[in-house]
């Protein structure tokens, strides 16, 4: 009985293991593309490197494919406006040299109605 338990526990284990979904990765002129993704299949970070380092836009998304997060990278430095979505508020975050410059909150609330 102990054995069918043993072999029931790493069945069960190797099956939740195996829906990770490796990323995936393309040469595009000279830098890397590369994608990840979340384990329902949807794509949960994409982005390129240069030379090893984070480098052009990256965005992220949420498990069900809305935007998380957009932003710049220049030889892996955050540079200019970044954007954080959250359910209902938008935040604009500003870097310069790596570090948090500014903060802008955006929610429905503000938003101007003519």
């Known amino acids: 009985m102990k054995k069918v338990m043993i072999v029931a526990v790493l069945l069960v284990s190797g099956f939740s293991f195996a829906q990770e979904i490796a990323p995936k990765f393309e040469v595009v002129d000279q830098m890397v593309k590369a994608t990840y993704f979340h384990d329902n299949g949807v794509i949960k970070q994409q982005g390129m490197y240069l030379d090893g380092k984070l480098h052009g ?10 935007k998380q997060s957009l932003g710049e990278y220049s030889n892996g430095t955050k540079v200019g406006k970044w954007f954080f979505w959250s359910e209902n508020t938008l ?20 938003l101007v109605k003519n």
């Open 91 to 110: 935040n604009e975050v500003d870097f310069n040299d790596n570090r948090i410059a500014e903060v802008k909150r955006w929610s429905q609330e503000t």
């Open 57 to 66: 836009k990256w965005v992220a998304y949420n498990e069900d494919g809305t």
